[in-house]
């Protein structure tokens, strides 16, 4: 930031500082024996493109449940890392049913998203659960969490922001009393609801707090054995199977380029915090 004006990134400066980030998540999951592996656009984009999806910003990943829960209570460590945090409902850092491993040393701004929400670049990360046999459990657990899901996003919206008419309107209705309710009792409910069948049968598994509702779903066969695959200019774990699961998501033809009307540029400008900024972040 020169003179008091931010300078945002390009988007290749983004994905630059975006993949230092997954190699510090990487080398950390690593030395504290956390299995994870890449998910959504990150896994389509190794799969791909070996490497980001040229028009996409960020990173994804996904864990099974138990080693999410492993992740979660290393966050003292992670801040040994320097720059570096572990967000999420737990410790009350961050509403969602998923977690953000982030540096503090880049903000972002995201349209229609407050500052406050989460200010800096990070990488989500995505708890994978066992899902119900019967499709029909599945569909309604998915419903269930997507109303947590629109209250939470409409507690980290500014007001009257919205992609249509009826959508503001909605919102600005909400967002009082999903504030006064507590967006962290939303993300905590919203996350109940992603562990509902994890006692059950252990054959597929699926993010429920993911994007892609009912198509997030694939046999927890084509997980194990984790490998390596090439991603920009590292080697970055995947699912045994990612066919599987990229097909589930993207459909058989994930590995065709869409047009250039769906290539869906940058949602997030980035920026470089002042040394000194990130050190008095560091010290509060």
């Not at 309710?181 to 054959?203: F, H, L, S, T, W």
Request: glycine share 6%; hydrophobic share 35%; aromatic share 12%.
């Amino acid at each position: 930031m020169a003179g008091g004006k931010r300078e945002y990134l390009t988007l290749r400066q983004l994905q630059e500082v975006s993949l230092e980030l997954l190699r510090d998540f990487d080398a950390f999951c690593e030395n504290h024996g956390i299995e994870y592996v890449l998910c959504g656009g990150s896994m389509l984009g190794a799969a791909r493109h070996k490497g980001f999806i040229p028009w996409d910003d960020d990173v994804d990943v996904m864990l099974l449940r138990e080693e999410y829960e492993k992740l979660l209570a290393l966050k003292p460590e992670v801040w040994q890392l320097g720059q570096r945090d572990l967000l999420s409902a737990r410790d009350r850092t961050f509403a969602r049913d998923f977690a953000r491993f982030v540096r503090t040393d880049y903000g972002k701004v995201e349209e229609g998203t407050r500052d406050d929400d989460c200010p800096y670049v990070g990488i989500d990360i995505f708890a994978i659960d066992y899902l119900p046999e019967s499709d029909e459990e599945f569909a309604a657990q998915v419903r269930d969490r997507n109303k947590y899901r629109q209250l939470l996003l409409t507690c980290a919206s500014p007001f009257n922001t919205g992609s249509t008419f009826a959508k503001r309107w909605v919102r600005n209705i909400l967002r009082p009393f999903a504030n006064a309710y507590g967006k962290y009792r939303i993300a905590d409910a919203a996350e109940a609801v992603c562990m509902r069948y994890n006692q059950g049968p252990r054959k597929d598994i699926g993010i429920v707090c993911g994007e892609y509702g009912t198509r997030e779903r694939w046999p927890l066969s084509a997980f194990h054995p984790v490998q390596r695959v090439p991603f920009e200019d590292a080697m970055m774990p995947a699912p045994a199977d990612y066919g599987t699961y990229l097909s589930a998501i993207y459909g058989p033809n994930y590995m065709e380029v869409p047009p250039k009307d769906k290539q869906r540029p940058s949602h997030i400008r980035a920026y470089r915090i002042s040394d000194e900024a990130a050190d008095e972040r560091e010290e509060a």
